[in-house]
């Protein structure tokens, strides 16, 4: 069982942190990336060409973490692979090591670097965890055998500050009867309206992990609306930023107030610090939580089930 | 040659579209060469008939010259409003595009009859309008008449993505308007939101293949050559 798995289903704190394997063979700066989370997560999530950028496959940056003693969150969008290819990289993953997932149905191919690529689509997020779900039951999803059935702990996206909070409970209720065991959310910044969000989504019964983005500048918080679209930054936070004397710590006080607002109605972080990962012990120092959640319970990472 | 190619929908999936819908209002279109062989005034007999066989009851029906046509549809669709208004659903039994031009009339579900399917190759047809992919497995009765594989830029078939915003697309927002998002609030008008928590399994492919009827009766119009 995963220290994820493992620490969700005893109600502890987990902590995640998103990294970006590299576009190029040149591997030493993700895995030092890594090797630094170890001080402050419990796991680490490697994308899957975040944006329809182009890079290094998140398979093999997972099974590059785990060799360094990194728990992977394998995440695999459903743009570039077909059912084949996606069930196929699935057991792969399982027989490397790698038993977290984050299911996504992912961007648009005409978004990223690659706008000239066929976008596929074959499945879409909860087919996709429904595929993985079959796995686990031991056949694949045209009803034939396996030759021993993978585990996965399975997770899922969601936006706790949503347009439409109906439609989004619709979704993760899908979600969860697909197979997702856990959800990751995306960036909160109106911490009022993501709170009552959570007292309906707390009642689905699925530990979710906060999304936390430090906002580096007021015009990247413009920027992430367009490009994580569904993300919402208030006005009033745009100011701070632009009248912030150092930017960088205004950018760590809103997290961390953020944190603080919402800690009691999520069951952990998830950082995507887009090249800030530094900031991450001081974030969980300044919400009142310890930034020393691995050196408390050193778990081995497994590899297998 | 009609513009459309269409096969009765499998009778379980039919059957499945109808249920807690005792009353039907049948829609048949005579376009296309009466619809391919499945539309025109025996298309209308032979659903009476499945109809009676699924315990449905008939409250009326009508045979549109074209489906596709929303003048067409709106003369009998006005005509016979009394009639409509004391049905379930609408059974079109036209392709995916009179499904969708009537479900865009009408506010009661709509239930496709046919599934349309491709023979391959397709002439004239711009992509930002293009209503009925032909891909063989008609999910306009699950979607509140909008097809999502067209309407939705990435052909998704349980919802919108996190890219659907204002109810624009992500791939060009000022253009393209968020297929799902339009599903979303047909449903939602219709009380019938809470349909979206079913999955809709994943496309099967090989529907959108055409029968080896087909492929040997366009074999036979080239003197024997199947061209592939």
């Not at chain 2, 067409?72 to 669709?77: G, I, K, T, V, Y």
């Not at chain 2, 067209?150 to 393209?176: F, H, I, M, Q, Y």
Request: glycine content about 10%.
């Amino acid at each position: 069982m995963t220290t994820l798995r493992q620490r969700l289903a005893r109600r502890e704190y987990a902590i995640t942190v998103e990294l970006q394997p590299p576009k190029g063979s040149d591997v030493k700066r993700f895995i030092s990336k890594g090797v630094e989370s170890k001080g402050y997560a419990h796991a680490a999530n490697v994308t899957d060409q975040q944006g329809s950028v182009m890079r290094m496959s998140s398979l093999a940056g997972c099974a590059l973490l785990l060799r360094s003693g990194i728990e992977p969150i394998l995440q695999v969008t459903c743009r570039d692979r077909n059912r084949i290819a996606l069930q196929s990289d699935l057991l792969g993953a399982h027989a490397l090591g790698i038993e977290n997932i984050l299911a996504l149905t992912g961007d648009h191919t005409a978004l990223g670097d690659h706008p000239q690529a066929r976008p596929v689509f074959d499945l879409d997020a909860p087919l996709l965890l429904s595929a993985a779900s079959c796995l686990e039951r031991g056949t694949d999803l045209a009803g034939g055998d396996l030759q021993g059935a993978p585990t996965f702990f399975k997770g899922a996206a969601c936006n706790l500050d949503p347009q439409d909070p109906e439609l989004e409970l619709f979704k993760m209720e899908k979600k969860i009867s697909a197979g997702a065991q856990f959800f990751q959310s995306q960036a909160v910044f109106d911490a009022g309206r993501a709170r009552s969000f959570l007292k309906r989504a707390g009642r689905l019964g699925v530990p979710i992990l906060l999304g936390v983005v430090f906002l580096k500048s007021a015009g990247m918080a413009r920027r992430l609306e367009s490009i994580a679209r569904g993300t919402r930054v208030p006005e009033s936070m745009l100011r701070r930023l632009e009248t912030a004397a150092d930017v960088r710590r205004e950018s760590l006080a809103i997290a961390s107030e953020t944190v603080r607002d919402l800690a009691d109605l999520v069951q952990g972080l998830h950082f995507m610090a887009f090249g800030w990962e530094e900031l991450i012990p001081e974030a969980l120092q300044g919400a009142g939580l310890a930034p020393t959640a691995r050196a408390e319970s050193d778990e081995e990472v497994t590899s297998g089930d | 040659m009609p513009l459309m190619f269409t096969r009765p929908k499998p009778l379980d999936e039919l059957s499945a579209l109808l249920e807690e819908r005792p009353s039907v209002f049948v829609l048949g279109c005579n376009g296309c060469e009466n619809c391919f062989g499945n539309g025109g005034v025996e298309g209308l007999y032979r659903y009476q008939q499945t109809l009676a066989e699924l315990g449905r009851t008939v409250v009326a029906e009508a045979l549109i010259d074209l489906a596709c046509e929303a003048t067409h549809d709106r003369l009998w669709l006005d005509r016979l409003a009394p009639e409509l208004a004391r049905a379930d659903a609408v059974l079109v039994v036209a392709c995916g595009v009179g499904v969708q031009v009537v479900a865009g009339l009408v506010d009661k579900p709509v239930v496709p009859a046919l599934d349309t399917f491709s023979p391959g190759g397709r002439v004239g047809q711009a992509w930002a309008f293009e209503s009925c992919a032909e891909c063989g497995e008609c999910l306009l009765g699950l979607t509140a008449g909008i097809c999502p594989v067209t309407a939705c830029a990435k052909g998704l078939r349980n919802g919108p993505c996190g890219g659907s915003v204002d109810g624009r697309c992500e791939v060009n927002p000022e253009l393209l308007s968020c297929g799902w998002a339009r599903i979303v609030e047909r449903l939602r008008a219709s009380g019938r939101l809470d349909s979206l928590k079913a999955l809709i399994p994943a496309a099967d492919h090989s529907r959108r293949r055409p029968s080896e009827e087909l492929l040997t009766a366009i074999a036979a119009l080239r003197g024997g050559e199947s061209g592939r």
